[in-house]
């Protein structure tokens, strides 16, 4: 069964970086785009950027530029979202979730990551 | 920046028709899909392309998109159906846009 697998939850203080990882399978590495959605808590959803990990083509949402970096290692199938700079309201649950070509939605999701910042 | 506006709850009685509104500029020109979110789960494409059902999502979810408004309708409620429900397009300076989530009910 395909699916997502990210990296534990993680506590971070003010000013720091997190790093979260997406395990994939090697047809959705080489065929799919990664996305990466934040919730953060009592809020809706959040679009935060995506990455074609096959090309490494990336493309961010506008307010988080230059303080997020989307990344893929091919010899493991993995995606990297890295966040930095961190402030408390980036507090969230982040997911991946995968984009089929031309599909224009998010069809397989990760469990979800915890990252809590606070001093 | 484009936005996408929803109600912010919705109350249905079980086996009724619950429908879900998402309204932003020319929407009907995009695609629209819907996502399921429960509590302690990971969201769920339950609507793509405006009225595409994915494998294993039940027939009692529709959606259609036409105008301003796209609208996600759940006949027959069940209360496993009660959940946050997000809208989602694309727009080609924003990317991807989720609508601001609405509350379903069961009561």
């Known amino acids: 069964q395909v699916q997502l697998v990210q990296s534990g939850a993680e506590v971070k203080k003010p000013g720091s970086s997190v790093k979260v990882s997406c395990e994939t399978s090697g047809d959705t590495f080489n065929n799919y785009a990664i996305n990466w959605v934040r919730q953060a808590p009592g809020q809706g959803l959040e679009w935060m950027g995506g990455i074609i990990p096959v090309f490494g083509t990336t493309i961010y949402a506008q307010k988080l530029q230059g303080r997020v970096t989307l990344s893929a290692a091919k010899s493991t199938n993995t995606v990297y979202m890295e966040v930095t700079s961190l402030r408390s309201d980036d507090t969230a649950v982040y997911y991946c979730?995968?984009?089929?070509?031309?599909?224009?939605?998010?069809?397989?999701w990760g469990q979800g990551t915890s990252v809590t910042v606070s001093s | 920046s484009y936005e996408l506006t929803q109600p912010s709850s919705v109350s249905v009685s079980p086996g009724q028709t619950a429908s879900i509104t998402c309204s932003g500029g020319e929407l009907g020109d995009r695609y629209a899909s819907w996502y399921q979110l429960k509590p302690g789960q990971s969201p769920l494409l339950v609507i793509y392309q405006d009225s595409k059902r994915p494998s294993g999502i039940p027939e009692r979810f529709s959606g259609s998109n036409s105008g301003n408004t796209a609208t996600l309708t759940i006949s027959g409620t069940q209360a496993m159906d009660e959940a946050d429900y997000f809208c989602q397009a694309w727009d080609s300076s924003t990317a991807y846009v989720f609508g601001t989530g609405t509350k379903v009910t069961v009561l």
């Open positions: 979730a995968r984009g089929p070509p031309d599909l224009g939605a998010f069809d397989l």
